[in-house]
Structures are given as C-alpha cells and as structure tokens.
C-alpha cells in the first residue's frame, strides 16, 4: 500500500511539488582545475512556482560560496532542470547542503502561501 | 495483374518489418518531495485576531510530504511571524501557531508527533519511517491589545523543508 501512494506521487497524479535530486551528491573534480562539480536535478510541479533560488551551506547554515548557471533558476510548471554546481576545492571540505528554495513572486496573492526548500547532504 | 498483387504484398510485409515497441524506463531513488496540498486562509473570527484553524472561519494549510527511504531527511515546518503583505500597521502583532502530522500512509508514522521538537516558530519532524504525512499547520494573529486589524488583504508564508541527514 505504502509503495503504491509513494510510486503514484513520484510518477504523478499531483500538481504542486517541488523535487531536489540526488539526496547525497557527490562531488566529483571539474574541467577547471581547482573546482569541483555535481549535477542536481529539480522538478517543479507547483503551479504558482516559477523560480527557485540555489544555495551551498556549510553544517552550520553559514553560505558556502559556488557557482552555478544560473543560481535562480527559472522552472516552468512541470519542467525538469538540471543544474551543474561548481565549488572550490578549497570549501570542499566545509560545504555540507546543497538546497533549492522555491521564490514566491510578490504577485502571488494567496493568504497563506507555503515556500517549499529541499537541501540535499553532500556525500563525504 | 499478378504484379501489383507481388508489390503490395512485399509492401505490407515491410511496413511490418518497421513495427517497433517503445520502453518505459523509472527509477525509483532516495528523494523527499514537498507538495502543497492545500493553501491556507485567514479566518477573521474578531476584529483582532486572525485564524487559519476551521473553527474561526479559517483554512489550515497542508503540506505533504512523500519519504522514498526511511531516516534519510528531517521535516522542519515554520509558521509564520510576519505577513509577506497586509495594509499599514501601526502596532505589533502577537504570532502563535503550530503544526501536526495529520493524515498518514503508515499508522507507525503518529511517532512523528510524539517525538517532534519545537523551537521559536518552526517545528521538526525525523522522517524515520518510509511513507507519505499530510502536515497541517496553523498560524493565529492578534494585533496590538484587542485592537481591529485595518480591512485589506492578508497574506503570509509558511515554510516547508526537507534537510537531508
């Protein structure tokens, strides 16, 4: 039972989730020499979502600088974005979240508006 | 006569030959998905106080949240403590509200609430058990003392999080 609802909310039925794959990436050395990278994948399935912004923290929230093209993300409804995350070598070993934040457009009107942010751990 | 008969046939067979199947291909992988169930609304049940709870006239907003692999993420919930857009206000508001595991795939899940920590406004949830939870989370507003909130539109986030562990 538990694995029907799991495979009916992965593959669909839902309109307004948010995804941030893998759960533990890892970081792997670039084509730049002195930088590391990981690809991250999102999904965006919330309607009245069109922008995420991507951040790198250190185990205590602090921000670890990085770079990624673009780190707001424009994601259309239902559309697949994959993400190449690039950090020094140098803040390798403090950078621990890699996390997606959903922008909520001050256009948005709800009264009560749900922000959704998904952190994956580095694998160590 | 007997050609086109010979040409149609060798036709028929080729475009038999071109028959091909497509494959549908999934993974299924450790990954916690945050959807919004349902959007909350202010109730207004006095002139101070604003109420997402059903009973003021509110809507709790819901928010789901789909576990592939057991103990691999934390849930943490924050209600909110300012509005992202209300009129001009002139005097402070008082910010309470909390949040729930309501609904459950697993009946082992209902742990998640005995064993929750609650800290300033955000409440954390350890996703221990493999599943979907429906969390309801209720945000309550009183302005200044027993004073009436100016008419307008109110409106303010809740944030919903998933941090891997």
């Known amino acids: 039972m538990r694995l029907i609802i799991i495979l009916l909310a992965t593959i669909g039925g839902y309109v307004n989730a948010h995804q941030w794959t893998p759960t533990h990436p890892e970081m792997r050395p670039s084509h730049i020499q002195g930088l590391y990278t990981t690809e991250m994948h999102l999904f965006n399935s919330r309607k009245e979502i069109s922008y995420y912004s991507i951040r790198v923290f250190d185990k205590d929230w602090d921000v670890v600088p990085f770079a990624a093209a673009p780190s707001l993300v424009r994601a259309n409804y239902l559309s697949h974005h994959y993400s190449d995350i690039y950090i020094k070598k140098s803040d390798l070993k403090r950078a621990h979240y890699i996390c997606s934040k959903s922008k909520i457009l001050s256009t948005v009107k709800d009264p009560s508006i749900i922000a959704s942010r998904i952190c994956s751990k580095i694998k160590k | 006569m007997k050609q086109p008969l010979i040409l149609l046939t060798a036709l028929m067979a080729c475009a038999g030959a071109y028959a091909n199947t497509t494959s549908i291909n999934g993974t299924v992988e450790s990954k916690c998905i945050i959807t919004t169930d349902t959007n909350g609304v202010y109730g207004n049940p006095s002139g101070e106080a604003l109420s997402t709870k059903p009973t003021d006239g509110g809507v709790t907003p819901i928010v789901r949240y789909d576990i592939v692999t057991a103990d691999a993420y934390v849930a943490k919930i924050t209600y909110p403590d300012s509005f992202s857009s209300s009129p001009s206000l002139t005097d402070t508001v008082t910010w309470t509200g909390g949040t729930e595991a309501g609904q459950m795939s697993d009946s082992t899940m209902s742990a998640f609430n005995t064993s929750k920590v609650e800290y300033n406004n955000t409440t954390e949830f350890d996703l221990s058990v493999a599943g979907s939870v429906w969390f309801e989370v209720t945000s309550e ?21 998933c941090i891997a562990q």
């Open chain 2, 141 to 161: 507003a009183e302005y200044g003392y027993e004073k009436a909130f100016p008419a307008g539109n109110y409106s303010a986030v809740v944030t919903a999080e």
